[in-house]
């Protein structure tokens, strides 16, 4: 999963299911984006949490942060965060620029 989430400009880690998830999927692809999506269930749910911790470590190399719930998202790389951080990043106008700066955006 590290390199998943480092070849690749925008992660969703998504739970079947989850309706939080699948709103942070309609927001990306309602601006253009076509995010590498994970998807989560019960038989993988505790491994994938479990490599969380190793991404994070690895990737941004912060020990103390606790491993996201889902949906979790990584941006250029990096946990963005869930579906609020994206929500607060959409309405305050952060979103598309930083979409852009990873490459996930052209336009």
């Known amino acids: 999963m590290i390199k998943l989430v480092a070849e690749n400009p925008v ?3 998504a ?3 989850c309706c939080m998830c699948h709103v942070v999927k309609l927001l990306l692809h309602g601006h253009g984006v076509n995010p590498t999506i994970f998807d989560i269930n019960e038989e993988n749910e505790a491994a ?3 490599e969380f911790s190793k991404i994070i470590d690895k990737l941004e190399e912060k020990s103390d942060r606790p491993p996201p719930s889902f949906p979790a998202v990584f941006v250029g790389g990096n946990l963005f965060g869930g579906l609020e951080e994206v929500m607060a990043a959409h309405i ?3 979103l598309v620029p930083l979409l852009r ?3 996930a955006l052209w336009l």
Do not use: A
């Open 11 to 13: 992660v969703v880690f």
């Open 101 to 103: 700066k990873v490459g």
């Open 92 to 94: 305050t106008g952060e």
């Open 48 to 50: 994938v949490l479990e």
């Open 15 to 17: 739970r079947s299911g």
